[in-house]
């Protein structure tokens, strides 16, 4: 993707949100706009270099957050994914390798074996783990309608920084908080091409400011409830 100035970063993916959102309603793409919550959360891991710093500016800050983990490197990393889950974050799928979700061929075989190999680190039923985000937040729409039949809950977001492209830390914080807003879904990364070292310092900075500005941190879980609960 070409750079786009920080200026027209926030304008540009509101306009994306408000576009695909309708298009796709079935897939979560944000909390209660009249409620200051925000989710945090975070793709591609687990990363043995990565997560574990970011680990420790989250319980630092006292803030939960939801991962979406890939399954070829849930296997090696094992006890990362487990203290994600000890320390009381929410776990998602990313599916197995980074694929976009193109096709349903192969595709419930292999978010099977990532929800095993997730399950297994944790100790948890495999049905436990509903919750899937597409890779680059792609899926063709007969894709999305079977991760419904077959049991899955997709996944999308509401605030995209593009950290994975490496802009810096400055850069990341300055388009995260320019988007946030009451019920923002914010996804950052923390493995695979990822943020890389950065991750960790720019959560750090947006969340002692969000904080500061009295928005709560809650898992996409609580925005799978407030989107289901009477009204």
Not at 175 to 200: E, F, M, P
Request: charged content about 20%; overall charge neutral; some cysteine.
């Amino acid at each position: 993707m070409a750079s786009i100035p920080v200026d027209l970063y926030s304008g540009f993916y509101t306009a994306a949100h408000q576009l695909l959102s309708g298009i796709f309603p079935d897939c979560l793409w944000q909390g209660d706009p009249g409620v200051p919550e925000v989710a945090l959360s975070f793709d591609d891991g687990p990363d043995p270099r990565y997560t574990p710093p970011l680990l420790n500016v989250l319980a630092h800050h006292r803030v939960q957050a939801s991962f979406f983990l890939l399954g070829n490197r849930v296997a090696a990393s094992a006890g990362i994914v487990r203290d994600i889950y000890e320390a009381g974050h929410w776990l998602g799928l990313h599916g197995y390798d980074h694929r976009p979700f193109l096709r349903t061929a192969g595709l419930r075989e292999s978010l099977e074996q990532s929800r095993t190999l997730v399950a297994a680190a944790c100790a948890l039923e495999p049905g436990h783990l509903r919750d899937v985000r597409p890779p680059y937040g792609i899926a063709a729409p007969a894709v999305l309608t079977a991760l419904g039949r077959w049991g899955y809950r997709p996944v999308m977001w509401q605030v995209l920084s593009d950290d994975s492209q490496r802009p810096g830390v400055e850069t990341v914080v300055r388009r995260t908080l320019a988007q946030v807003r009451n019920g923002s879904l914010i996804v950052l990364h923390d493995g695979n091409d990822g943020a890389g070292d950065d991750v960790a310092r720019a959560t750090d900075r947006i969340v002692a400011t969000l904080l500061a500005r009295g928005y709560r941190f809650v898992t996409v879980e609580r925005f799978w409830q407030v989107r289901t609960s009477p009204k």
